[in-house]
């Protein structure tokens, strides 16, 4: 059962629960905005401690197995603040955008500018890469997360980067403002718990190989661990079709969408492959009704260190965008406004 309840202090309802139920079995919470739900697997005795105590505001009585991000304990849906102005879910459609990797403090700098100007509100890019040949460009690790925090100071946008490992969560966590899950880590728990403990937005591609409910119990794992923001990303799913790198499940956004409060964007670029299709499932994306999208930019594909054939150059990422404004538009929605450029700089 989860209840929905006034959010007071999680440790004063956990010592509540403890009195009268010693080992209440699998108990877990999360505060969403003014609210605290509470998770009592099957324990009645736990649920009408709470009950008793008048905290509960609702209950909802047969939630999913992932019922912290249950659609029916935040029926407006969540909105997640990425840093600074930035925010993913409601009316609004956020932009991130930026290279696969981090190569250079030079490339970093160009394509903020670029993202900025095509309207992202937040730039992502890659310091560790997890690859599947141990012979390609690994990223430049701590050296680019040097860059992106430079980056971020000098442009006051927002920087999503990948985590790989629980060991690095807190140094990546003091580099960037959004902690990136990638697919091939999307259920490595002991790291989701790691990230739910890390007091940054977490951004959750989907397992490659996942079903739907297995990527929202893996946002569970970060919900659980006290941290609700968390952004889902649909990335595409493996199948026996070679022409796309991956096949872009944008019915799995619909589902999401329908399933759970938690905010959902797309990657058109890792769930294609070829910049050429970008355009084409960036705008499906925005009419199944997803947040947002994560694509990849960059101020020169053909030079790119990783992923350059999914890459957008300047024109086809501001072609997107506009593009993207008109289907937001006929929809009744609109981009989410970015964050102002630091006083003093040009565009
Ligand atoms: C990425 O976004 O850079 C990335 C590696 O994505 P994924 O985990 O979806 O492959
Ligand atoms: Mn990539």
Known sequence: MLLVCRAVDEDAVRERIHARVPTPHGTTMCRIGDQLLVHVPGDR?????????????RTVADPSDAPLTDREA????????????????????????????????EQMSASVAMARAGGAVALRGGAYKPRSSPYSFQGLGDEGLRIMAKIRAESGLPVVTEVVDAETVDLVAEHADVLQIGTRNAQNFTLLRAVGRAGRPVLLKRGFGCTVSEWLQAAEYVLAAGNPDVVLCERGIRSFEPATRFT?????????KHRSHLPVIVDPS?????????KPLALAAA??????????????????????????DRDLWFDLADALRGVLTGLGRGLTPGEPEPAGRAR
Do not use: K, M, W, Y
């Open 270 to 278: 890792h769930g294609t492959g070829h910049r050429h299709l970008v």
């Open 287 to 312: 009419a199944v009704g997803a947040d947002g999208l994560l694509v990849d930019i960059h101020p020169d594909p053909p030079s790119a260190l990783c992923d350059g054939d999914q890459a957008l």
């Open 248 to 256: 872009l499940d944008l019915s799995a956004v619909a589902v999401v």
């Open 74 to 105: 935040v029926p407006p849906g969540s909105v997640v603040s990425l840093g600074g102005s930035a925010t993913v879910g409601g009316a609004d459609f956020a932009l991130i955008a930026g290279p696969c990797a981090v190569e250079s403090h």
């Open 45 to 57: 005795l736990a649920a009408d401690v709470l009950h008793e105590s008048g905290l509960v505001q």
